[in-house]
């Protein structure tokens, strides 16, 4: 089951669904309606984003609402990152080498 839309347009790409026969195709459907159909997802998508272009849907922006905890949390991520990239980076200048025991 396959289905991509945005709130509010009429353009759906599905697969599967009730809508739509389940042979394994792609469906691309205006208003509910089949307007064609894909048994690629790569040329369904290319023909929906034109589909969308055609009608000149434009989807909402939606503003992203980030906090200041949100932001340290992101901050401690990104140093806990750097920190465990560094230490595998410089481990093995402190590795010692030498002969191999109990072989």
Do not use: C
């Not at 309606?33 to 272009?53: G, N, P, T």
């Amino acid at each position: 089951m396959f289905k991509t839309y945005y709130t509010g347009s009429p353009v759906s790409l599905e697969q599967g669904t009730e809508s739509v026969p389940d042979d394994g195709k792609y469906y691309l459907l205006l208003d509910g309606q089949i307007v064609d159909s894909f048994r690629s997802l790569k040329k369904a998508k290319e023909a929906y984003r034109q589909l969308l272009a055609d009608i000149d849907f434009e989807p909402e922006a939606k503003e992203a609402e980030v906090d200041g905890e949100e932001i340290r949390r992101r901050e401690r991520l990104a140093i806990d990152h750097y920190r465990v990239s560094d230490y595998w980076y410089e481990a093995h200048y402190h590795r010692s080498g030498g002969k191999l025991r109990n072989r």
